[in-house]
């Protein structure tokens, strides 16, 4: 028995969380947001540092290099820096976020919400709303300290922004985490929110309509970095120009680079309200639209500026922007009716008119959020007076993004909705098939003959053995013994019947068999009943050659004398 259980082989079992209290679970959770945001500012100190070694010409020393590490982990997020050592002397603020830069900062407190939540040998777990505050908490420490540190240096933070973005893309990205570890739940929505919302949440068409807006706005994102790569290549020699003046050094120039890398994102929205309408705003009085670029724009060297379109009226080539923003309501329209009316799906299943318009409509205003959302982002200030406003107005931006889309994904999703649940031959054949058939495969159900009682049409005259009849087609159906022939009722249920070989029929051996004894049916109540015909009293004649006598005890027929 000893031995049995020894070479047993062990089942492997899932961790279970140690059983201690909430405690150190919670602290445990708070160490792993602290650490995140030491590991954010930590990558772009070494990017800093490697640069400010590099350079011949440093402006500061090392607690300099650092509080610009600093500010610029706090403008990832979003924070205003303010800019003291200028021209002027009065501080100027830089509003403007470079969008690549908050990437690596919401994925590590991502990482830190969802590791949190993670079963492990030995591990402590909490609960997740614990989790949430406790990662939250952790950076926020990390991040108070890192805007008091950037007091004094060459980019300061703004207490009053700071306070704002810092908590709150914290907090979102550590949400997202924590729905991400605990499975990824719908439901059950929190108990603050309306029933019709709950009710109106809870349906198809709202995740649909989620899926058609992240489309739209993709497609938003994509033709506007198209738009900038294509204005770059048709400058490619003002933007070589602006590349080399803002640096002579190898470092600088790396700088220049990664930084343009950076706003890659935030140039891509620019593109796309270009392609909406609004434009951008290139200073307080300048704005660059398709239609023209108005008033006197401030533009600093920089080389992604070098693809704004020269200054006066717009030409056909700048008018062909208005693809993107049609692009996007195709977008929409396209993941609308893949659930509205599917390719292979049957008519039956399609959504209504009413329906499909109104999930196409949600899918519009949610790509117009989103997009105002981005437009918000990658705008802001920087510096004062002329330089105060840059980048697109993101109401502008949003409200001209939902005319797009619903102009075009709301009458592009109802027109491919009907074009898929038409019915084919209805508009030339005058009919219309029945749900779930193709009218050019229907194969009508034979004719039945008249019941009895009804008066019969009177026969013609009357033909020949030979006049009037036509050779048999080759591979026709011979008749029954007893049946009726090609002239009577029964051949008109064959009229019916396609021309082709049964075989070739979509409903096969099936439907075959179903006419042929429908046919056959038809023509068994048309068989000819003999009636007998009465003989006249004494009359009878003599039995032939070939009949056989009557049977035993049965009169002959033949009068006896």
Known sequence: MTQLTDRSPSVPQAPVPVQGGPVPALAASFVRGATAAGLGLGVLALVVMGLWISSPYPDSGPGGALRLVAGLWLLAH?????????????????????LLFGALPAWLVYRAARDALELGEGRLRPSARGALWAVTAGYLLVGIAATVY????????????????????????????????????????????????????????????????????????????LLVAVSLVWHSDATQDSFQHLAD????????????????????????????GPGFALGTGATATPLALAGAPALPHFPLLAAVPAQGRGTP?????????????????????????????????????????????????????????????????????????????????????????????????LGVR???????????????????????????????????????????????????????DEGAPEPVDGASGPDDGASDAYDFLPSG???????????TAALKGASEGSAAKLQPVPVPTPEPEGESEPPGEGASPPPPGEPSGRATP
């Open 317 to 413: 080539l700048h008018w062909a922007a208005v693809a993107v923003p049609v692009l996007a309501g195709v977008m929409i329209a396209w993941f609308t009716v893949r659930a509205a009316a599917p390719r292979h799906g049957s008519r039956e299943s399609a959504w209504g008119v009413r329906e499909t318009a109104l999930t196409a409509l949600l899918g519009a205003v949610g790509c117009a959020v989103l997009t105002a959302l981005m437009a918000a982002a990658a705008g802001g200030p920087m510096g004062t007076g002329r330089l105060a406003a840059f980048g697109p107005v993101w109401w502008l931006t949003g409200a001209a993004a939902l005319v797009w889309t619903t102009a075009v994904g709301v009458p592009g999703a």
């Open 249 to 276: 050094a190898w470092s600088g120039r790396i700088a220049v680079l990664l930084l343009g890398f950076a706003l890659v994102p935030n140039a891509a929205v620019w593109g796309a309200a270009y392609g909406l």
């Open 78 to 98: 979003g924070t205003e820096l303010v800019r003291a050592g200028t021209l002027s002397g009065a501080p100027a603020p830089v509003g403007v976020a470079p």
């Open 150 to 225: 950037t007091a004094g240096g060459p980019l300061a933070a703004d207490p009053r922004s700071a306070a704002l973005h810092l908590p709150l893309v914290t907090a979102l990205a550590a949400a997202v985490g924590v729905w991400s570890a605990s499975g990824r739940p719908h439901g059950p929505l929190p108990a603050w929110v309306p029933g019709r919302v709950r009710g109106a949440l809870a349906r198809t068409r709202v995740a649909v309509a989620l899926r058609s807006a992240a489309a739209g706005a993709l497609a938003l994102l994509g033709g506007g970095a």
């Open 501 to 511: 070989s049964w075989a070739e029929r979509e409903g096969g051996l099936e439907e």
């Open 418 to 472: 009907a074009w898929r649940v038409r019915v084919p031959g209805r508009w030339w054949r005058g009919g219309a098939a029945e749900p779930g058939q193709d009218s050019e495969t229907a194969v009508p159900v034979p004719a039945v003959p008249a019941p009895a009682g009804q008066p019969e049409l009177e026969p013609g005259p009357e033909l020949g053995p030979d006049e009037g009849a036509s050779e048999p």
